[in-house]
């Protein structure tokens, strides 16, 4: 399986003319780079023209928040119909930074399902803000898969991709262990089994799990070999021309 790469440039660069520049500089990094798949999430504002001037396969656009209604009195908001309809594959749902400014998981919950019913892969973020002594974080953990999930239709559930980032490594100095994302990866695919007891027939459930929060080029390799996810989710790392090609081509 491709290694998946998510690209999370928040509110950067400051130019149209720079997120060309970035994005040029990841498309050539990502084509080189068989056994990775990228995804660039750009500022909305940025998504329709870089999205129009790509006319490759290899790399996937996500929207990094939006709004569950197709439309209605909401300034300021963007709907995950229209980050659809600019050519997006995927969107970020509940990132940290979002939840932080009132995303509840109810709202995460009507998005993921809202993504799904538009064909878009929902790329739900997770993640405790700090850790006590008692393993207290897995329960919290627990609360915010249940609420994913639930109205996930069994036939769906692996289309939704999991981005584990615990919200006191997004922004640090340095990742998280890669063997407590290790224990983490087995902790989510248990806890989403758990949602589906009841049902009948459930299929193998294979989520694919990203880990994302202070991943660059020295530590995506340890993270991939180690972490036991399927890929990782980088801010400040993907927003430098440099830093970009190097951590696409580490992953190759
Ligand atoms: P970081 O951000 O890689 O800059 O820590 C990760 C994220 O917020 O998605």
Redesign the pocket.
């Known amino acids: 399986m491709k290694t998946v790469l998510v690209c999370?440039w928040k509110m950067n660069p400051g130019t149209l003319k720079e997120a060309k520049e970035l994005f040029d500089a990841t498309r050539k990094a990502a084509e080189k780079a068989k056994n990775v798949s990228v995804v660039v999430a750009p500022p909305s504002i940025f998504i329709s023209e870089l999205r129009a001037r790509y006319k490759g396969k290899k790399i996937m656009f996500a929207g990094q928040s939006a709004r569950a209604e197709d439309g209605g009195s909401y300034t300021g908001d963007i709907s995950i119909l229209q980050v659809k309809k600019s050519g997006c594959d995927a969107v970020l749902i509940g990132?940290?930074?979002r939840r932080a400014q009132g995303e509840t998981d109810d709202n995460v919950q009507k998005k993921v399902i809202a993504a799904l019913n538009h064909g878009l892969s929902p790329i739900v973020c997770i993640g405790e803000s700090m850790r006590g002594n008692h393993g207290e974080h897995f329960d919290f953990i627990r609360g915010q898969i249940r609420a994913a999930f639930s109205g996930v239709p069994v036939g769906k559930i692996n289309k939704v991709i999991v981005a584990y980032?615990p919200v006191w490594?997004?922004?640090?100095p340095e990742p998280m262990a890669p063997r407590d994302m290790h224990e983490m990866s087995i902790f989510i695919r248990k806890a989403i089994t758990e949602c589906y007891e009841m049902e009948m027939k459930v299929p193998r459930i294979a989520p694919v799990i990203l880990y994302?929060?202070?991943?660059d080029v020295a530590t995506a390799g340890v993270m991939m070999r180690e972490g036991e996810v399927a890929g990782l989710?980088?801010?400040?790392?993907s927003q430098k021309k440099e830093t970009v090609s190097a951590l696409i081509a580490a992953l190759s």
């Open positions: 999370n990132h940290a930074e980032e490594a997004i922004g640090a994302g929060g202070a991943i989710l980088v801010g400040r790392a």
